[in-house]
């Protein structure tokens, strides 16, 4: 297992160095046009957040077959170990490689091109992702296929072929998880120097959930049982945000005089975040008994159980 984890860590860093070769070279032709061409850098800047993107989607369909090579005990456990990867994948693309291939171009810490690229990368990750969740391109080429299917006669599909053509497309909750996830972290890091990304998120994040309150109503088959493991693991390390706040404060807002507590921001956000307080401070230590806390019955709760097995 731990060979193969290792396996797929170096793939997914060998496609982040593609993603940044590409970036890198756009940014490029973008400094060589941004005095001549403000349409030309816009356009530069709308390409890279597309190029972003692209390779965004292509790595969250190649890791789904990935991460089954680890052989995950249940679907709970498959499911989170996909929705982290794909978390730090999407936030490495969209938000560090922008803003490494900007300092090789600007170390002077002239901001004005990175603010350019990152306005398109947040308009993207709040109108271009949800539309593809509603424009399901898998599941419109199926129609498709159905369609031309009942016009033939025969056809040579089997029962099960056929099953799997019928299917309804699944919800891809690992996907949401990474995809809101990746949005906060990207709105903390830049929200030194770009503010208004809290608003563009904002309404990315509200319109996503809409766009998914409909496609459960109208697409999406029914989801499988799993356990609240997933938006327990996110909550309880809501506290790494402002980790990434405090080092893009640090980053963007360098300052003499309050940088030292800048950094002591960091080191304590750091430690909040790897310390596991929820852990350590257990009822035993709240003097609570925990059987206190479980009053319902077991015959009234039977239906509540969750069963995640493969």
């Not at 790897?274 to 709240?286: A, E, G, K, T, Y």
């Amino acid at each position: 297992k731990q060979c193969r984890i290792t396996l797929i860590t170096i793939l997914s860093f060998m496609v982040i160095f593609v993603c940044f070769f590409i970036i890198l070279l756009l940014s490029y032709i973008q400094i060589q046009f941004i005095e001549k061409s403000k349409l030309i850098k816009y356009s530069i800047a709308l390409l890279i957040s597309v190029v972003i993107s692209i390779v965004n989607e292509i790595f969250e369909i190649c890791i789904g077959y990935l991460v089954k090579i680890e052989k995950h005990l249940s679907k709970t456990n498959y499911y989170l170990s996909l929705s982290i990867k794909l978390t730090i994948f999407t936030f490495i693309t969209s938000t560090i490689v922008p803003f490494i291939s900007d300092y090789y171009y600007n170390p002077d810490n002239d901001y004005d091109l990175l603010v350019t690229n990152i306005i398109t990368c947040f308009l993207t990750n709040s109108i271009l992702t949800p539309l593809i969740w509603l424009f399901n391109i898998k599941y419109l080429l199926k129609k498709i296929r159905i369609c031309f299917l009942e016009r033939k006669e025969k056809h040579n599909l089997t029962q099960r072929e056929l099953n799997a053509l019928y299917e309804l497309p699944d919800m891809q909750i690992s996907y949401r998880y990474s995809y809101v996830v990746k949005t906060v972290l990207m709105t903390f890091f830049y929200m030194p120097i770009f503010p208004l990304g809290t608003v563009i998120s904002s309404i990315g994040l509200l319109f996503g959930y809409y766009i998914e309150k409909w496609n459960f109503s109208k697409m999406y088959k029914r989801p499988e049982m799993i356990s609240s493991r997933i938006v327990d693991f996110y909550s309880d390390n809501f506290v790494f945000n402002f980790l990434v706040f405090g080092i893009g404060d640090y980053t963007f807002m360098s300052d003499e005089t309050y940088d030292k507590w800048k950094i002591c921001n960091i080191i304590v956000f750091a430690l909040l975040s790897i310390i596991p307080f929820n852990h350590i401070v257990s009822f035993d230590c709240l003097g609570i008994n925990e059987s206190d806390l479980k009053q319902e019955k077991y015959d009234d709760i039977f239906f509540t159980f969750y069963n995640d097995y493969d």
